[in-house]
Nanobody, 119 residues
Framework: QAQLVESGGGLVQPGGSLRLSCVVS????????MGWYRQAPGKQRDLVAT???????NYADSVKGRFTISRDNAKNTVYLQMNSLKPEDTAVYYC?????????????WGQGTQVTVSS
């Protein structure tokens, strides 16, 4: 069982930056595909970015060129650097860890961190 704790959310003006962090404990971080998802009020939870165990990344079209996902296996941490933030980026951001050793894969989620982009 993995436990995920996010941090780094907050209120930022349009055009600003934030860096989210997610620390994973209770299991072997290097086995997990890691991702960030977000959910705005009244909407479904959507993929933002993922990073595989080998470091390959994938981004939603809406954040390409603005957001960067990275992982530090030594610190059991995944990051989401968010630049050029827009009001439409406002949402609760959730960290996801996917254990690819299991079939079907097992997903673990953090509690979420609020990001609000507003002037």
């Amino acid at each position: 069982q993995a436990q995920l704790v996010e941090s780094g959310g907050g209120l930022v003006q349009p055009g600003g930056s934030l860096r989210l962090s997610c620390v994973v404990s209770g299991s072997i971080f290097s086995y997990y595909y890691m991702g960030w998802y977000r959910q705005a009020p009244g909407k479904q939870r959507d993929l933002v970015a993922t990073v595989t165990t080998g470091g390959s990344t994938n981004y939603a079209d809406s954040v390409k060129g603005r957001f960067t996902i990275s992982r530090d296996n030594a610190k059991n941490t995944v990051y989401l650097q968010m630049n050029s933030l827009k009001p439409e980026d406002t949402a609760v951001y959730y960290c996801n860890a996917r254990d690819i050793r299991t079939v079907p894969h097992t997903d673990y989620w953090g509690q979420g961190t609020q990001v609000t982009v507003s002037s």
